[in-house]
């Protein structure tokens, strides 16, 4: 009878414990691989969608690029002096010479704090004006307007010292080239 209880231990117990074991660990890593799968194949049909919509919005959109694309162009044909002057004398003959005044005006090209690291083309501008706050805020929201790749890179607000009601203003801009 001893031989009977090693048989049941080693033919059937031991045996069936190892498939039991095997069964679990096999039926635990195909349910880890079958969430892997899913949550992939999820961003997969995620990322497909996304990139349909970004299709169709760059189709719908490519006329509107070409024609900002060629506007942008024709900011930076031209010299810089000549933009400016133009944009102020438009700018300086909508609001009167008692309101605000252009001091002085200067191009160069040095280079700034800003742009001291950078390897882009840049020119500095400077500009003075004398006048109220309020027509120098207007006069300065147009100017950026109508001239959008000029940055503001400093802008210095100094009382009269004349006793006048007119302020000293004083813009840097640094004017990208291509």
């Not at 892997?36 to 990322?47: I, V, W």
């Not at 500095?124 to 309020?134: A, D, H, N």
């Not at 100094?158 to 302020?167: A, E, F, N, V, Y």
Request: no cysteine; charged share 20%; glycine share 4%.
């Amino acid at each position: 009878m001893n031989y009977r209880t090693g048989i049941i231990i080693f033919n059937i117990a031991i045996p069936l414990v190892i498939l039991v074991v095997v069964t679990l660990v096999t039926a635990n890593f195909k349910g880890g691989l079958k969430r892997t799968f899913d949550e992939r194949s999820q961003a997969f049909k995620q990322s497909t969608l996304l990139n349909e919509e970004i299709e169709k919005v760059s189709a719908a959109t490519e006329t509107y690029k070409s024609d900002y694309a060629s506007s942008w162009s024709k900011l930076f044909e031209g010299e810089v002096s000549t933009q400016v002057t133009k944009t102020l004398n438009k700018i300086m003959a909508e609001i009167s010479s008692d309101d605000l005044q252009q001091t002085s005006f200067r191009v160069s090209d040095k280079k700034s704090r800003f742009t001291a690291g950078m390897k882009y083309p840049s020119t500095s501008l400077e500009l003075s004006f004398r006048g109220k706050y309020s027509h120098m805020q207007l006069a300065i929201a147009e100017f950026e307007t109508q001239l959008p790749h000029f940055q503001l890179e400093a802008l210095r607000v100094q009382p009269p010292t004349d006793g006048s009601s007119h302020l000293d203003f004083q813009l840097n801009y640094i004017v990208w080239k291509k």
